[in-house]
């Protein structure tokens, strides 16, 4: 974590992030170590880890042992039931609807985005401008506030109940941010490479597929694992915009677990699990970008 | 033909140097349609009167005054800016502090700071219902420990139920505010800390003087993610609570969602989600104005 990932997130700006490193690793050596900081550190991690912890554990007990047994104790009887259970319940269409949403969301925001970044970064005209700063006050509307027009929006579009549903509203609703992530990082590639392939004869498509999709690639991926994690974890608009189990997602699979099992504890605990699964091996894999991902829009 | 159309391209691009800006339509038709029409949508529905399937009829401002005559209301906006100001006031120190030490470079430090992130993994439905089973008196974890302050029914009883949700509420966005603050520290130049140290200054000095200062951008962003993301902190309590005990959780937008969607009220519900927007709006023109946020430029720009 140390030099690699300071470097990592930072890779766009090239000033020297190596010299400081090395610097600051020296005159470390002179400090005492932070035994106050060390404490609250490792609390935290308690905090984080035991609920974690009990979860797992208890999606390995079988309903009696869950009742009966110490609920921070090792399993006496560990059991795989309630995964299969969870699974015999239509996870594995939840799972593909949740994967199939995100999928087709994040490809629309990613693409439409990343064209609206390029012209209100390198449009000079009264709409580049004002697009803009409607895309700042974007940021701030609170989603929920718009459920319900969404949903008379959605049920006139006769789109209720249906994919449609949920990817629209989302790709609306994630485009400010993500203009903004774009736009910050286009705006660092410099403005002679635009003008001399403009000279060359390149149009706006050329432009956006030879020069600013290679050179922001990095806050493309960025974008795409932020709304990724949005889109997968949202709970929002699948409440209010779709009802039957065919267009059901992970979110609210749980939720409905959570009302079918009722007393069976460890099987929805088991589905908390599983549905979070995919995105703790995203996490294992790119956890670099995922962090750059969130860390992105941040002012440093 | 495609030679001809090429140097007539150039030719133009010579008077206009800028992209099309038919580029930016499909992002401003989806924006425009799907997060701007319904915002302007929720003032109009609250003039009108109308449970979700049958026509609306306009009623004038028969909703609001449902609305506002309604003690629960000002219960739910008392109790939204309540959770807005103690989620704050808890979760700022709390992430300032660890993102500062996460942000070192003791190896033990970063892995800590990898394992902080897994909460962010987590959907709010995952992390409520969770809780709602770990706070549970019987069986969760409270009831490891044989102590009786641990053992109460945490998510039942209403005087208890509000800590309950600013903790859940911290539990799941700390590791994210830990993120920014990490980030924020790793940006300060090593230089200051150099110069601080040859000056004599401690650990807790530079702190006050070099971190704190130079995180101000940090904390106001930060801030303002917390301030404006607290007006939605439905989905969590929503799944944890569904707004009780009683109404003891029921947050502003909680209201509005059973107001809308479970008895069918939508004209009031979208009074509600007016003042929603109302309040949301405010809060960040406040803080952009206060900080400076909204003037978004390079960051390497005047480096």
């Known amino acids: 974590m140390t030099a690699t990932t300071v470097s990592a997130p930072t890779s766009t700006a090239p000033r020297g992030a190596a010299a400081p490193a090395v610097r600051r690793r020296r005159s470390s050596r002179r400090e005492r170590p932070n035994v106050l900081g060390a404490i609250g550190g490792w609390l935290w991690l308690a905090v984080i880890i035991v609920p974690v912890y009990y979860v797992v554990i208890s999606s390995l007990r079988n309903q009696a042992g869950f009742f009966a047994q110490n609920p921070l104790a090792p399993p006496t009887n560990p059991t795989l039931d309630n995964y299969r259970l969870v699974l015999q319940n239509n996870f594995f269409m939840f799972f593909r609807n949740s994967l199939l949403i995100t999928v087709c969301s994040v490809a629309l925001i990613a693409a439409c985005g990343l064209m609206a970044a390029y012209v209100v970064v390198r449009g000079q005209g009264w709409l580049a401008r004002r697009s803009f700063q409607l895309f700042l006050l974007g940021i701030a509307i609170p989603t929920h506030a718009t459920i319900i027009p969404l949903y008379y929006l959605i049920t006139r579009l006769h789109m209720y109940d249906s994919f449609l549903a949920l990817i629209l509203p989302t790709v609306g609703f994630a485009i400010p941010i993500t203009v903004l992530i774009l736009s910050n990082f286009i705006r660092d590639i410099p403005a002679e490479l635009f003008e001399s392939m403009r000279l060359d004869g390149a149009g706006d498509w050329r432009l956006l597929w030879s020069l600013v999709v290679p050179l922001a690639r990095p806050a493309l991926v960025t974008v795409a694992i932020y709304n990724a994690l949005h889109v997968w974890n949202g709970f929002l608009f699948p409440l209010i915009l779709t009802q039957s189990e065919r267009f059901r997602v992970l979110p609210m699979a749980l939720w409905a677990f959570q009302g079918e099992f009722t007393v069976n504890v460890p099987a929805v605990l088991a589905a908390v699990v599983l549905s979070t699964l995919p995105l703790l091996a995203a996490y294992v894999f790119g956890r670099r970008y995922l962090v750059s991902g969130l860390t992105a829009g941040v002012g440093k | ?303």
């Open chain 2, 1 to 303: 033909m495609t030679a001809l159309a090429a140097t007539g391209a150039a030719v133009a691009s010579r008077r206009r140097t800028g992209p099309n800006p038919v580029l930016l339509v499909p992002a401003l038709a989806f924006f425009l349609v799907f997060a701007i029409v319904p915002l302007v949508g929720a003032f109009v529905l609250s003039f009108t009167t109308w449970d979700g399937l049958s026509p609306l009829k306009f009623t004038g401002l028969t909703s609001w005054r449902h609305v506002l005559g309604d003690a629960q209301t000002f219960r739910s906006l008392l109790l939204t800016l309540k959770v807005m100001v103690v989620a704050w006031v808890v979760q700022t120190p709390v992430s300032l502090l660890l993102g500062v030490f996460v942000a070192g470079r003791q190896r033990y430090r970063a892995l800590l700071g990898v394992l902080y992130f897994v909460p962010l993994l987590l959907s709010s439905a995952a992390v409520a219902i969770a809780f709602k089973n770990a706070f549970d008196p019987n069986f969760g974890i409270g009831a490891a420990f044989h102590l009786p302050f641990l053992v109460q029914d945490w998510l039942g009883d209403p005087s208890l139920v509000f800590y309950v949700v600013i903790f859940v509420i911290s539990w799941q966005f700390v590791p994210l505010h830990t993120l920014f603050y990490q980030a924020g520290t790793r940006g300060i130049p090593a230089q200051l800390y150099e110069a601080a140290t040859l000056d004599g200054a401690g650990r807790v000095k530079q702190f006050w003087y070099i971190t704190l200062p130079q995180l101000r951008n940090t904390i106001i962003m930060s801030s303002t993610l917390m301030v404006v993301g607290s007006l939605t902190y439905f989905d969590v309590v929503f799944v944890l609570t569904g707004g009780g005990p009683g109404n003891a959780t029921r947050l502003l937008a909680l209201q509005m969602y059973l107001t809308g969607f479970q008895s069918y009220q939508m004209g009031p519900a979208s009074a509600l989600s007016v003042i929603l927007v109302v309040i949301g709006l405010a809060m960040a023109f406040a803080l952009t104005k206060f900080s400076g946020f909204a003037r978004m430029k390079s960051d390497q720009e005047g480096m």
